[in-house]
């Protein structure tokens, strides 16, 4: 062959191959980017979306265009499920614009990418201790708003000032090329096919982390392996020492700044917020404890209350669910064949069914069947926080002395 | 700027070469070679254009040099041709000793000698190694009367051309320059442009799917090691065995990049790599390894030490002091000189034993399989070994894995695959097997993925065999070349078949530039 022809042939070649791969990657969609079908036993399942929320769900939010907006961390985004019946009908569309490893303040810059969208009436937003429990510089003397970036941040619409963001569409036109044009789609498009088994990690179409991976861990290792991984770290997390939850001397942080701007904007926009504090199985508690973190864990407590406080009890409501319950204290799972506990998957992660329990008593919906009559979480708005603090304490003694074989 | 990004391929290449063929085309070949090491200097400051000047003044005080020397040579005034010879080796160890060596001496000197000297860290200048390296050996070169240059143009270019600039291969004046000069290289001939474009290819491949893919295997047992973590067996051969392969696929790849560019442009570069893994003794692997670097050591240090010409120990001694030196020369560090001083002792055993083979009559072993064999582990156990020094840190991280590695933090499986094993229970209580929790998929992984490179390291043949009949492989006249020549259906050739192989392997690679980020995060 002469080289003439061969070019022609290896031009072509090149065409086709560029092209039918990003076609390949298109029908797949192993990162959720298109919103192809999804086919049973083909690309279903999304193994390969779970770690790249981050690049999917500021985009596939746009599609949903909800009405209610989850807003979190890997917590609600496990455990609040949008398809459960314990959500009012009339909170239409519902969309977990939930992040994992995502800190306070990405969540709340997610927020605001959510109510850009346009068409949020209510978002509930789970708080996380962990996310307001670091190192910071001592105390300075105001807080100020930054307006951070980083690819997440140039994804949404926008910044933190609630500015359009001009880098939107530079950030979408690149995440969808790379989506089609890159090794990194492709190999993780073959394994979507290849992994669609039952257990195989996944996200819903409303951004629902369903644990399938979770329960197949549980079912060939036992929740046991769950729990030692869980606490090891949880163990190694909390044992840095000089970690706080304010920044100044006044008691105020980033966290709480930001709070304050997203539901000034929502107060303003008629939007209904609810604030929860996200479940932990006792041992998770009892880490927090001994590390010596207990103060700052009731601070923290006290820090919310306050500052709800200064808001219209109807239009913001605040629920404590980080508390010792008959939900949160149960044996923890130490070798194979030991039950899991009921309501977690391990210390730091709780079940959509614990989920529908507190949605129930958010909304005062009748949604639970069974026999769980048992009260879980504690509106903070009308409770006075000293003694919610204090019956906690109470309350720690009684159920771990349940716990012991003795009684 | 960087052979496996966008704006190489996509800008940076084919404006050069258009520029470069025009100009020679109508403005005549010394106006393309000046455009050429104009586009060398921009393709170097692109990186951080500040070291651009000490380039440029490493060149032109090479140059004034070398061009002097030749003058006292032609006058037979010797005295100052060697004069000028020795200032021109000590400027150039200078500046490397000064940017490369300084900080790591003046803290040793501290730590030994208790004192607090301080100097502001000096940032490494990209590729100094490579282009004071080449200097030397062409002032050498030079006083030994082989070489000669008095065009400035065509003295930048022979340091600066772009695809050797950075990381080799290292060259020479002398077979550098002519081809340059060359009329038909001043001509572009699709021929070269398809044959360096799939040298390119095959390169880029190796750079973005094997290397890249592997560091994710390898960085994070590093990381651990460095954390002061205990590492258990299979985790620490899966690091060791993960970068062993990225590193030879990460630098093969670069060295066949730039000898596919250098091929567009109708230049043939010598070839680096050549399949080091199959080395079935270190010698050999010598000899397959970083060849141009191997041949400088060999040419410029180990000879001018006195090589073997002044009986064994003299022989060994300068070996390890060679190769000592070619370890720091990869770096300003401890572990460096570690990974030298042990490849000096693996070649100074491995002579002793050809010399105890010769003397016993035991050559008949060579024609053995399982020898073979055994030679072939034997040897890449060790490069793997020294390679664990390359890559650590520090020396005790480097340490901690060989302590892994070695078994002495005990053998442990993934709780995942070892619960799935209930049928060899017995057998891991018998040699103690644990388990530890997390990491399966990890582990299935690494191990799948150093399998998959271990067959291609060993089975497949290599760039220069593949391209045999187009490549001149033998241009510069190393004998191992002529070993091995892939089978027919292996070689590439100009047909519809090796034309769909080839744009598969290229259109991977440029889908692998890029990479989707992960957001690998556990929540606690």
């Keep these: 062959m002469t080289t003439k022809k061969y070019l022609h042939f290896y031009l072509l070649f090149i065409l086709l191959f560029a092209f039918s791969l990003a076609i390949f990657n298109t029908v797949v969609d192993p990162y959720l980017m298109f919103h192809t079908d999804r086919i049973a036993g083909f690309n279903d399942k999304k193994p390969r979306a779970v770690n790249r929320t981050q690049l999917y769900k500021p985009y596939e939010i746009l599609r949903v265009s909800p009405q209610t907006l989850i807003v979190g961390n890997s917590r609600p985004e496990m455990g609040l499920n949008p398809q459960s019946e314990c959500w009012l009908d009339s909170q239409g569309k519902i969309y977990s614009l939930t992040f994992p490893g995502l800190g306070a303040y990405g969540q709340i810059r997610a927020a605001f990418h959510g109510l850009a969208t346009g068409n949020v009436r209510h978002i ?84 629902f982390n369903p644990a399938h991976d979770y329960t197949a861990i549980i079912q060939h290792e036992g929740a046991w392996v769950l729990f030692k991984q869980k606490m090891g770290e949880l163990e190694s997390h909390f044992s840095r020492p000089g970690m706080r939850i304010f920044d ?28 929860f504090t996200n479940p932990y199985h006792y041992s998770y508690l009892e880490i927090i404890r001994q590390a010596g973190y207990w103060k700052e864990f009731e601070n923290y ?70 026999n769980h009559n048992i009260p879980f979480g504690v509106r903070l708005n009308n409770t006075d926080i000293e003694t919610h603090l204090y019956k906690q304490n109470q309350q720690r003694i009684l159920l771990i002395k349940k716990l012991s074989p003795q009684s | 700027m960087l052979f496996n990004s966008y704006i190489f391929i996509f800008a940076f290449l084919p404006i050069t070469y258009a520029i470069y063929f025009i100009l020679a085309k109508y403005l005549g070949g010394e106006k393309a070679i000046i455009f050429l090491v104009l586009s060398s200097l921009f393709f170097y400051s692109w990186w951080n254009p500040t ?51 300084a900080n790591f001496f003046i803290e040793n000197f501290n730590t030994v000698f208790d004192t607090h000297i301080k100097l502001d860290k000096i940032i490494l200048p990209l590729a100094i190694s490579f282009f004071t390296f080449q200097q030397i050996a062409y002032l050498v070169d030079t006083y030994k009367g082989i070489t000669e240059e008095f065009k400035f143009f065509h003295y930048a270019l022979f340091v600066t051309f772009f695809p050797q600039l950075i990381a080799g291969p290292i060259v020479h004046h002398k077979e550098m320059l002519p ?45 651990l090691a460095n954390t002061g973590e205990t590492l258990s067996f299979f985790v620490a051969w899966g ?72 009986g064994n120990t003299r022989r060994y001694t300068n070996l390890l002091t060679t190769m000592l030196l070619g370890g720091l020369w990869h770096g300003a560090g401890w572990t460096f000189v570690l990974w030298g001083g042990l490849h000096g002792l693996y070649l100074v055993i491995n002579h002793i034993w050809h010399y105890f083979k010769n003397y016993c009559g035991m050559q008949f072993l060579d024609n053995y399989s399982l020898w073979k064999l055994f030679s072939w582990l034997i040897t890449f156990i060790c490069v793997i070994n020294a390679w664990v020094f390359f890559r650590a840190d520090n020396i005790s991280s480097a340490l901690r894995i060989l302590e892994g590695m070695y078994g002495l933090n005990g053998i442990s499986l ?106 690998l995060y556990f929540q606690f």
């Design chain 2, 51 to 101: 070291y651009l000047i000490l380039m440029l003044c490493s060149i032109g005080f090479n140059y004034f040099i070398g061009e002097t020397i030749v003058k006292f040579l032609k006058q037979k005034n010797f005295r100052f041709a060697k004069l000028l010879f020795v200032i021109g080796i000590i400027f150039n160890l200078g500046l490397l000793g000064y940017f490369k060596y």
């Design chain 1, 301 to 370: 407590k006290r820090s919310l209350k306050t500052f709800v406080e200064q808001y219209e009890k109807d239009r913001i409501q605040l629920w404590d669910f980080s508390l010792y319950s008959h939900y949160t204290v149960s044996l923890t799972p130490t070798k194979k064949g030991e039950r899991e506990p009921d309501w977690f998957w391990e210390p730091a992660h709780y079940k959509s069914t614990l989920g529908d329990i507190m949605l129930s008593e958010i909304f005062g919906k009748d949604c639970i069947y069974g």
């Design chain 2, 414 to 519: 993934p709780n995942a695959i070892y619960t799935r094993l209930d049928n060899l229970k017995s057998i891991f209580d018998t040699f103690g097997i644990t388990s530890y929790i997390g990491g399966g998929s990890q582990f299935i992984f690494t191990y799948l993925w150093v399998g998959i490179l271990l067959f291609i390291s060993l089975m497949m043949p290599n760039t220069q065999q593949i391209m045999s009949r187009y490549s001149e492989i033998n241009s510069f006249g190393h004998a191992l070349f002529n070993q091995g020549v892939a089978s027919n259906i292996l070689t590439f050739r100009f047909n519809s078949i090796w034309a769909f192989i080839m744009s598969g392997i290229l259109i991977l690679s440029i889908f692998g530039l890029a990479r989707v980020s992960e957001f």
């Design chain 1, 248 to 275: 100044t001397k006044t008691g105020w942080s980033l966290e709480l700044e930001g709070l304050k701007r997203l539901i000034e904007y929502c107060l303003q926009n008629n939007i209904q917020v609810t604030l």
């Design chain 2, 239 to 310: 690091g060791a065995l993960s970068y062993t392969f990225q590193l030879y696929f990460d630098f093969s790849g670069y060295s066949d990049m730039a000898i596919g560019i250098a091929r567009m442009f109708g230049i043939h570069l010598p070839v680096n790599f050549f399949s080091p893994y199959k080395a079935l003794n270190i010698i050999e692997f010598w000899r397959r390894w970083h060849i141009t670097l191997s041949r400088f050591l060999r040419d410029y240090i180990y000879i001018s030490l006195g090589g073997n010409r002044k």
């Design chain 1, 124 to 207: 509930v937003l789970g708080l996380d201790f962990i996310d307001f429990l670091y190192k910071r510089k001592k105390n300075i003397a105001k807080v100020t708003w930054p307006d951070r970036q980083s690819d997440f941040f140039d994804r949404l619409l926008v910044d933190a000032r609630f500015q359009r963001n001009p880098d939107y569409w530079t950030a979408k036109a690149t995440d969808t090329f790379m989506s089609m044009f890159t090794l990194d789609a492709l190999f993780d498009s073959f394994y979507t096919i290849i992994d669609q088994s039952s257990s195989s990690p996944d996200r819903t179409s409303s951004g």
């Design chain 2, 179 to 223: 081809q340059f000069l060359k009329m038909e290289n001043m001509k572009p001939r699709l021929e070269h442009i398809l044959v360096g474009l799939t040298i390119f290819s095959l390169g880029l491949f190796k750079k973005v799917v094997f290397a890249d893919s592997s560091a994710q295997y390898s960085t994070p047992v590093f990381d």
